[in-house]
């Protein structure tokens, strides 16, 4: 498990799950319906991307994506 501080992290994590798997950003882009622009730009962190298409990406590589969160009463 790794915490995440910044979308740089997020893009790293991005990035080596999709090499690992032997995915261009091409390929990757076409199967989660993104742009390639898109993937590029997750993987180098931009801040503005958005949520739902990155959690659709990081969904289709099979990575898991968790939040931990205590509702105060």
């Known amino acids: 498990m790794q915490i995440i501080r910044d979308t740089k992290h997020i893009g790293k994590i991005i990035r080596k799950s999709r090499k690992a798997q032997g995915l261009t950003q091409q390929q990757l882009a076409a199967v989660c319906g993104v742009g390639i ?4 730009e997750l993987e180098k962190g931009k ?20 939040i931990d969160f205590e509702e105060e009463e």
Request: charged share 20%.
């Open 47 to 66: 801040e503005t991307c958005q949520i739902g298409k990155a959690i659709k990406v990081i969904s289709m590589l099979g990575i898991t994506l968790s």
């Open 37 to 40: 622009r898109f993937i590029r």
